[in-house]
């Protein structure tokens, strides 16, 4: 029995000390690249970010409260501004506000690239609008911040690409590839009439991308445990999006004589089922490539567990599903968002009907995942109906490319200390609606996003530092140059 014993404890040191060997020795990914000279930022760039923001270009929920005035204000904003842009390049209007811009290239064999950006806002909500420290659209450049709705997401990188050019333009520069840039009007919206309108449009042409960069992840900054460096993340893939319908019709009847079961507790309960039985939790193919990457510049502890996610994987799965943002990562989520049933006190109402939200895992389906849902309610009295608008997961854009080479490289030259990780997006974006169209999207903004203003995206106080504007035309002004010359 002793001998049986010493054997096993003999054999666990021998695999820990095997995964320990493998974390300690598992190379860095991260590539060096001499530094590069970039010319001076003009100092208008961040006037004309404080002008961007103080345009209120608002997507409202409401169709009817869409205002054309202010998105035909950015149109002059933009011609005004960026004249050589505006006189320049070819530009084309997708359902009045949506702008295509291409720049021809001088006619190298090389796939063209595509620049994304969105001009939209989410709206402020009323009763919040004190609690800003400048005013949302106000713009206000105080000391060394740029203030205002729209600053994060997504204005800063729209500004940062219209100044790159402008600037390149002023130099004469030619790109010897075909650049695109598109700017949408209503990302955030689901972006139906402008990126859905360009990617058809550029479908129909035949255009074909050798990749494509929108916005995603961000260089996060005491935001990642265990890894101390800044880390920019490069979103490969972004998880697919579903809305299901879930409703009941059963009896009703007056309140005072209640039947047994009615519609509403059939679908509470119904949706309790559904929250007690989440998806399977894994580690997808963005995620494990997420560990790869940021293993070796992690601390030990951490370092240990990135670098032996295949064998530790169960280990890693726990500790993740204690964050919100770890759980979103390693399985579909669902969520109610809307619940409605009844008309009066004392009516027990015939109807009741509810929203799920669900966000796909890679590896997943819309159909596999509707089909989970069936199978957890398991009770044909909840009719499911999957609403307009879904997607699949994205493809997982290849990070042995030399497209994703392109855009590290840039991010390297330009924030020399800065690692960069591939990763999965949680959210979606514009750009799910050219994926035909490359085989390569990447999704970042070299902002910095810490525990300070990671809470400003889409909420209060929405900022970002000069530093962080000047550094992202310094980016796209490399990343053109890499790609292009
Ligand atoms: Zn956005």
Redesign the pocket.
Known sequence: MKRIFIGITVLITLFLMLLLFRSMTSPSRQKDYPAVSIPEISPEAKRHLAEAISIPTISFGEESRFDSTAFQRYADFISRNYPLVDSLLEKKTFNDFSYLYHWKGSGDERDPILLMS?YDVVPVEPATIHNWRQPPYSGAIVADTIWGRGAI??KTAGIAILETFEQLLQEGYRPRRDIYVALSHD??KGGSRGASSMAAYLQERGVRFDYILD?GGAITEGIIPGVEKEVALVGIAEKGYLNLELSTSLSGGHSSIPLGTNSIDVLTAGLARLRANPFPARISEPLKLFFDYLGPESTLAMKFAFTNADVLEPLILQGLSQIPQGKANIRTTMVPTIFSSGIKENVIPKVASANINLRIIPGETVESAIAYVRKTLDDDRIRIQAQDGASDPSKVSDVESEAYEMVCRSVREIFREVVVAPHLLVGG?DSRYFAELTDHIFRFRPLRVNPDNIQSFHGLNERVTVADLENSIRFYYQLVRNSAS
């Open positions: 969105h997401d997504d990302e955030e916005e974006t």
